[in-house]
């Protein structure tokens, strides 16, 4: 069992920030990789940003340069500070992880998500 839990979604101007976090909780023995997702109504999950074990990292073309994915591996917590906002950000923004539960056993956890509204 693990849990992915998000905070910091709300509304904010455009040209603005918002910090998003993500902190896995429960059985962890190795976490792959942890990143951002978004989703709008009527469109396909989409990656934001990743970040992996190795602490490679990824980002959609349309947030590189603005947004920003960090981690705090002691925690097992994922960060994306977004600066520059724009209102197509908005979107439900979900928490990914890719984790081990035990030495064998591997699943892709995901969090409840959180609102992000870009809007004057």
């Known amino acids: 069992q693990v849990q992915l839990v998000e905070s910091g979604g709300g509304l904010v101007q455009p040209g603005g920030s918002l910090g998003l976090s993500c902190a896995a909780s429960?059985?962890?023995?190795?976490?792959?990789?942890m990143g951002w997702y978004r989703q709008g109504p009527g469109k396909q999950r989409e990656l934001v940003a990743r970040?992996?074990?190795?602490?490679?990292?990824d980002y959609a073309d349309s947030v590189e340069g603005r947004f920003t994915i960090s981690r705090d591996n002691a925690k097992n917590t994922v960060y994306l500070q977004m600066n520059s906002l724009k209102p197509e950000d908005t979107d439900v923004y979900y928490c990914?992880?890719?984790?081990?539960?035990?030495?064998?056993?591997?699943?892709?956890?995901w969090g409840q998500g959180t609102q992000v509204t870009v809007s004057s």
């Open positions: 990914n992880g890719k984790i081990y539960s035990s030495r064998n056993s591997w699943n892709d956890y």
């Open positions: 970040v992996t074990s190795g602490g490679s990292t």
């Open positions: 429960g059985s962890i023995f190795h976490i792959v990789a």
